[in-house]
């Protein structure tokens, strides 16, 4: 069975600090990994994306994620914090690829509060 | 560009009542679109998807319904309103064939009293 693990609930950070969130993920084949952003009240924005390649991946605001298939990891990292990073991030997986319909598999996501 | 639409932004309802909560996609032919819910605090998950006009199928039972009369837009309805309805609803849509990120809108949040 596929699934997403964020193992923390809560992160507190202060400004200008680094960050990462994690996320862990079970899945038998090549995993399509995502992060997502849910300010206050509002819908999800998609951060970045990982497909194949370079393990790597860079995404908006300068948040960048790094994939590990030894340790099924995707955890979103980012240099230097500011308070308005302050929100909810929520990792999700793909196992689908083609015209049936993307389902998209969401972990329970991880609040972040960044301290001024 | 793309832009996704929601509607209403919030609703209040009673238990019993009917609901219709839509989504509008613009700059975008042949979507796939998608339905989400969301508990107050909660993770999101997977209603509804369709990947073309008059196509729906459910991927959970929640005692809703959902339909695509159009390209571009996607309904999500019920006659009949639970209390275990309420949260936040989010329409998603993705490129369809070779794209796999989906994209959401602001959501409707929904009160049932």
């Known amino acids: 069975a596929q699934s997403v693990t964020q193992p923390d609930a809560r992160v507190t950070v202060s400004e200008g600090a680094s960050l990462q969130l994690r996320c862990k993920y079970s899945?038998?084949?090549?995993?399509?990994l995502f992060w997502y952003v849910q300010y206050p009240r509002q819908g999800l924005q998609l951060l970045l994306k990982y497909y194949s390649g370079d393990p790597v991946v860079q995404g908006v605001n300068s948040f960048e994620a790094e994939f590990s298939k030894s340790n099924s990891s995707f955890h979103l990292q980012k240099a230097s914090v500011h308070w308005s990073d302050s929100a909810v991030y929520f990792c999700?997986?793909?196992?689908?690829?083609?015209?049936?319909?993307?389902?998209?598999?969401f972990g329970i996501g991880t609040l972040l509060s960044v301290k001024p | 560009a793309q832009t996704i639409h929601q509607w209403p932004v919030a609703e209040i309802k009673a238990v019993g009542s009917p609901l219709s909560l839509g989504c509008t996609i613009k700059g975008k032919s042949s979507p796939n679109l998608y339905w989400y819910w969301q508990a107050t605090g909660g993770t999101l998950q997977q209603l509804f998807y369709?990947?073309?006009?008059?196509?729906v199928e459910s991927v959970v039972q929640l005692n809703l319904s959902a339909s695509r009369p159009k390209d571009d837009q996607f309904i999500l309805s019920t006659e009949k309103l639970l209390l275990s309805h309420s949260g936040f609803y989010l329409c998603a849509w993705s490129p369809g064939l070779g794209g796999l990120e989906q994209y959401f809108g602001p959501g409707t949040r929904l009160t049932v009293l």
């Open positions: 369709s990947i073309t006009v008059g196509q």
């Open positions: 899945y038998s084949a090549t995993p399509y």
């Open positions: 999700a997986l793909s196992p689908n690829y083609g015209s049936s319909g993307n389902k998209l598999i």
